[in-house]
């Protein structure tokens, strides 16, 4: 019974029960994605910001060898504090690590996989992972991909930074039937900036389309997610050239160190932000913050439609 591996809260519980909205998060940005104590502001911020518009937020993560989908105030702080010494549970970590009581901080994958267990649709985060620059060779494509493809939850992010090849991201995905769709934009956005030259596959500009649009992909069946792409507000976004030059940079720095697998992002997240002086820091909870809110929209948006088609 999977039931023993998974502790969902009883404010989660509760609320998915009576059909109110729920929006998932991710750990991996707590723990791998930002520095302390920033990142435990921004968690609780988060937290905070769907829940001011109108869904209960369910941070996810593992502890004690359980899927917790609903961290307390503080797992948040455990987390932030202990950082990259909490273990980056993707797919693959998730066996080891419940099977022998340990923690891990949920990377998108896993967060949709706790997510979906818990009966959560909604999920909400900064950037999902992709196929890397240079994936031709070294094959780093993200697992996050594959779990878009098979796990029934729709996670809104402000797309993919481009430390990914974000043409070769987008190949992937629809190999893989993900519906990825722009939130009032034509235009993949690129996470730091509302540009990427690249065009989504649908441009939608309601929640409650999305809705509608996830709602009939869950009638006919048809498992995977969907990606919900939603640009970084104008007045946060960075400057095109420069991010992707401290990008390029960062990449090359990585090549140089031997930096691969699973360290790969962390590096390049910490490594940038460190170059921009911290703006790219700020940029990233702004758009976070950003994606919590339409994360929750959209949450409510499904819990009326389903309301009315009972
Ligand atoms: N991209 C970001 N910020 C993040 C991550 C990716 O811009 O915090 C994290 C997410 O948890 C994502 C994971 O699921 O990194 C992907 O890691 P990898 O590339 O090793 O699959
Ligand atoms: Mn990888």
Redesign the pocket.
Known sequence: MFEQYLSVSEEVKEALQSNQPVVAL?S??IS??MPYPKNVETALLVEKTVRENGAVPATVCVIGGKIVVGATREDIEYLGKTGLKVP?A?RRDLPVLLSKGMDGA????T?MIGAELAGISVFA??????V?RGAEVTM?I???LEELARTNVMVVCAG??SILDLGLTLEYLETKGVPVIGYQTEELPA?YTDRSGLKVDYRLDTPEEIAAAFMAKMELGMNGGMLITNPIPHEYAMDPDEINKTIDQAIRDANELGIK??A???YL?DHIQKMTGGRSLES?IQLVLNNARLGAKIACAMCDAQEESL
């Open positions: 991710e991996t940005i791998h994605g980056k993707s949920t990377t998108v994958t967060t985060t900064g950037g999902v992972g992709g890397h780093d993200s697992a996050d993919c930074k996470f697998g699973k790969l992002t962390p997240l990233n």
